[in-house]
């Protein structure tokens, strides 16, 4: 079955970077899309960005411009997000996703289990 | 940039009632271009319906998504125990492109 598998719980002090992994099993890596949607503590979903594992194009939000760096190993079927010069509003949970169809670029489905990143000093 | 205002942001309900969860745009949008998900606690939220009103995969048919417009809803015509949890509408705008969440509606058990 198609899951996704993300790396383990984080603490990192304000201004440091944090990479979260995310591995792919049970479907072709390259023909989908991951995206990375944050949720801070009692809130709301934010979407991050995406890459194309395939040709490794990445698109991210405003918000996280110059901060984030999403990259994908095609030879391990996983993909990376790291998030630098870190606050400690964004302490969250970030999650990667799959996009429903090959090649498109919408509707998260399935989604990892989650990655704890917290940011204190 | 669209905004998306759900209503109610917390709903009472029994188990056997009948759901009804609003997503208003700021702006008229494309039904392809809208999502529900359902999120339980300490859990990845889930896709429930995508392109306004088509149901993902496994998900049972007491799961509805109509609206068109401005205007979309979410209904759930038997709410079962495993229903209780926060939903999020969701806009993919192509332009730039961009995904935006609603705030989210936590249903809860009367």
């Known amino acids: 079955q198609v899951q996704l598998v993300q790396s383990g719980a984080e603490v990192k002090k304000p201004g440091a970077s944090v990479k979260v992994s995310c591995k792919a099993s049970?479907?072709?890596?390259?023909?989908?899309?991951i995206h990375w949607v944050r949720q801070a503590p009692g809130q709301g979903l934010e979407w991050v960005g995406w890459?194309?594992?395939?040709?490794?194009?990445?698109n991210y939000a405003q918000k996280f411009q110059g901060r984030v760096t999403m990259t994908g190993d095609t030879s391990i079927s996983t993909a990376y997000m790291e998030l630098s010069s870190l606050r400690p509003d964004d302490t969250a949970v970030y999650y990667c996703?799959?996009?429903?169809?090959?090649?498109?670029?919408?509707?998260?489905?399935?989604w990892g289990q989650g990655t704890l990143v917290t940011v204190s000093s | 940039e669209i905004v998306l205002t759900q209503s109610p942001g917390t709903m009472s309900l029994s188990p056997g009632e009948r759901a009804t969860l609003s997503c208003r745009s700021s702006q008229t949008v494309s039904r392809n271009n809208l999502a529900w998900y359902q999120q339980k606690p300490g859990q990845a939220p889930r896709l429930l319906i995508y392109?306004?009103?088509s149901r993902a995969t496994g998900i049972p048919d007491r799961f509805t998504g109509s609206g068109s417009g401005t205007d979309f809803t979410l209904t759930i015509s038997r709410l079962e125990p495993e229903d209780f949890a926060v939903y999020y509408c969701q806009h993919y705008g192509s332009s730039s492109p961009t995904y935006t969440f609603g705030q989210g509606t936590k249903l809860e058990i009367k």
């Open positions: 049970g479907y072709t890596f390259i023909d989908y899309y």
């Open positions: 392109d306004a009103s």
């Open positions: 996703a799959r996009v429903l169809i090959p090649r498109a670029q919408r509707w998260f489905d399935p």
């Open positions: 890459i194309n594992p395939n040709s490794g194009a990445t």
